[in-house]
């Protein structure tokens, strides 16, 4: 930090009652939350933080596919440092991934004004819709429009799992703001986030620093077969949209693990149809989640999926066609800002570990636009998108107080002539 404020540390505890107060929303059995995207309790967890913003005297803006921008001025006008993530969860999600990056980029505006600490250039405390893609894909989807990438009046029309569309929720939970997209990019972008995995936490790492965001895949995957007795036809005369979907499964766990390396692979949803237990299935619908830090895997995974789809085709005489959800290249961040956040994280005498991220943020939209970073605090034993998602209040204290050192940098910070602590 800047100008005698090198000392400044955000409240943790007054961080850990925001998180308890937002996971009260939309709280599930085990202490999780959902949020899903543009719901009822989505509107509400937006209701609350809007609220907060308010009462740190933010100029709060919604945009066109709602994401919500909250501002504190600077001494200068122009584009703001921005802090922020999203607050949608997954239908059994967690009370940290999300929501963490931007109640902690509240308690750093909240740490600045009782602290009576200017910023040369404005901060801006941001949450977009629908990072998570559990209700409506893609995810990132917020983030993808206020960059630019994705057209607002395509992604309007996107129906979600239940049918209905975007635009029609975001008109229904009042969230159809009037803020243009793309919008203007900020001068930089910091996501305080926990990861998600096993790493930090296994080997005893206060601080992620995160170096890049590895590519995704997204594939929907059709089986059109045809029903019959499960008694009384052959095994040899079926067309068994089920088994096909089977093989599906089986094939992306084994070539996962005969790429090794940062290859992964997922079935995450599955449904078969007549969904009996004694007719054979005539279609199922599957999605593989497929991801890697470099695109050349990542292009060889999907060709060797494709791949084996055309060979079941043939050889168990069903239909099926494929849907791509979402893809997304790997994201390297600015080696600049990984070096201010390994800066500043040591400076507090916290230990540091270079590290990718598995899963998708909102970070890796924004670094197409300006300089962008990702802090990483542990998950304990990795879990999340689970209730039993967990991260130890000092390790949230930790980089809550790393985003304030980053932030301070970035947006100039330093106290008025004649203030005093």
């Known amino acids: 930090m ?21 996971a009260t929303i939309g709280a599930i059995d085990g202490g999780g939350c959902a949020r899903l995207a ?18 740190l005297g933010l100029s709060i803006t919604v945009d066109a596919i709602g994401n919500v921008v909250g501002v504190r001025p600077g001494r ?19 009370r940290f991934d999300g929501n963490l990056g931007v109640l902690a980029g509240l308690e750093v505006i909240e740490t600045l004004n009782e602290a009576g600490v200017e910023t040369e250039h404005p901060l801006a405390v941001a949450f977009f819709t629908n990072e998570e893609g559990a209700r409506f894909a893609p995810d990132m989807m917020g983030s993808l429009v206020f960059t630019g990438v994705l057209p607002l009046a395509d992604v309007l029309q996107t129906r979600g799992i239940d ?16 803020a243009p997209v793309p919008a203007q990019s900020p001068r930089a972008y910091v996501e305080l986030h926990i990861e998600q995995g096993p790493v930090l936490d296994h080997e005893g790492i206060d601080i992620g620093v995160v170096e890049s965001v590895q590519g995704i895949s997204w594939t929907e995957i059709e089986i059109a077969g045809v029903s019959n007795h499960a008694g009384t036809t052959p095994m040899s005369l079926r067309c068994d949209a089920g088994w096909a979907a089977g093989s599906i499964i089986a094939f992306v766990r084994e070539m996962a693990e005969e790429m090794g390396g940062s290859q992964v692979a997922t079935v995450g949803r599955i449904e078969f149809f007549p969904n009996l237990v004694n007719v054979v299935p005539n279609r199922a619908v599957l999605t593989v989640d497929l991801r890697n830090t470099r695109e050349e895997s990542l292009r060889s995974a999907e060709a060797r999926l494709l791949a084996h789809v055309a060979a079941l085709r043939d050889a168990e005489k069903v239909q099926i066609a ?23 994280a040591r400076a507090h005498g916290l230990t540091t570990r270079r590290m990718p991220s598995g899963a998708g943020h909102d970070a890796q939209m924004l670094a197409a636009v300006c300089p962008a970073a990702m802090i990483f605090v542990p998950s304990v034993e ?4 689970n209730v039993r998602e967990f991260t130890h209040p000092h390790h949230i204290e930790a980089g809550a107080n790393v985003l304030l050192s980053v932030l301070c940098e970035l947006a100039g910070a330093a106290k008025p002539a004649g203030v005093h602590s």
């Open 382 to 385: 990795g879990f999340s998108h």
């Open 76 to 94: 200068q006008a122009g584009p703001p440092v921005m802090a922020g993530s999203h607050i949608d969860t997954v239908r059994t999600g967690g």
């Open 163 to 178: 049918g209905s569309s975007v635009g029609e929720n975001l008109t229904r939970i009042g969230y159809a703001g009037n």
């Open 2 to 22: 800047t100008s005698g404020i090198s000392n400044l540390k955000i409240n943790a505890g007054r961080l850990q009652r925001r998180l308890a107060d937002l």
């Open 38 to 55: 543009l719901s009822d309790e989505d509107k509400a967890g937006r209701d609350l933080v809007c609220r907060w913003m308010g009462e």
């Open 322 to 344: 494929t849907r791509c959800l979402a893809r997304f290249e790997p994201v390297p961040f600015a080696p600049e800002m990984t070096a201010l956040v390994e800066r500043h």
